[in-house]
């Protein structure tokens, strides 16, 4: 089965400041690539997704980059804010399964 | 659409008793899926269904734990005898049935065993 890979697991970084979250996937046939937003407390929420005919979205200060070939994908957020602060997921979908990365937790420092 | 519905919200029971937790999917969508979070072991899949039918339960821990899915807007999640090693928040989680859709969760249930 699909085995994705998420680091860091802890990132810290200062307000205004650029955070990098990476996952990579082991299965090809995976096409979806979503990322979540947990905040403390509460559901994952979606935040921004890639398939697999793309290799870069953007929306606002969040942005996703794939890189098939290598089977990496991450997430960007810039100009950080207090607000970004929260455990962020990546999930790959392989057929009707989703499987996740074990989670970041992101603290931004004012 | 009011998303995935899940209850109770918050339970907390002694250990040996029966906990049922159910969850009503987004209408249309024919994929269900129930998580555990924990702070040790993350967000891991217990089981997931499709069109109805359970397609993976090879994450149930044990025995104990049993799901079902008799109609396409209403899941259960059941666990007897519970033991406080079960306590953590399960998620429910629906999507499309098809390739590129999402998953959304509902708000978890928190249970606690004591």
């Known amino acids: 089965g699909e085995n994705v890979e998420q680091h860091p697991s802890t990132l810290s970084v200062q307000e205004g400041d650029s955070a990098v979250i990476k996952c990579t996937y082991s299965d090809s046939a995976s096409n979806y690539f979503p990322w979540y937003k947990q905040e403390l407390g509460k559901r994952p929420q979606l935040i921004i997704d890639?398939?697999?005919?793309?290799g870069e979205k953007k929306d606002q200060r969040i942005a996703v980059t794939l890189n098939k070939t290598a089977k990496h994908f991450s997430l960007h957020i810039t100009e950080t804010q207090p607000e970004d602060s929260a455990v962020y997921f990546c999930a790959a979908r392989n057929g009707n399964q989703f499987y996740f990365g074990t989670g970041t937790s992101l603290t931004v420092i004012p | 659409d009011a998303g995935v519905i899940q209850s109770p919200r918050h339970e907390v029971t002694e250990m040996g008793q029966e906990v049922t937790l159910r969850c009503k999917p987004i209408?249309?969508?024919?994929?269900l899926f129930w998580y555990r979070q924990t702070m040790m072991r993350g967000l891991e899949l217990l089981i997931y269904?499709?069109?109805?039918?359970?397609?993976?339960d090879s994450g149930m821990p044990e025995d104990r734990f049993s799901a079902k899915m008799p109609n396409a807007s209403f899941s259960t999640l059941k666990i007897q005898p519970s033991e406080p090693r079960d306590s953590a928040v399960y998620f429910c989680?629906?999507?499309?049935?098809?390739?590129?859709?999402?998953?959304?969760f509902g708000e978890g249930s928190w249970l606690t065993v004591v």
């Open positions: 209408s249309g969508h024919n994929s």
């Open positions: 269904f499709n069109n109805n039918v359970p397609i993976d």
């Open positions: 890639i398939r697999s005919n793309v």
């Open positions: 989680a629906s999507s499309r049935g098809t390739s590129g859709n999402t998953i959304y």
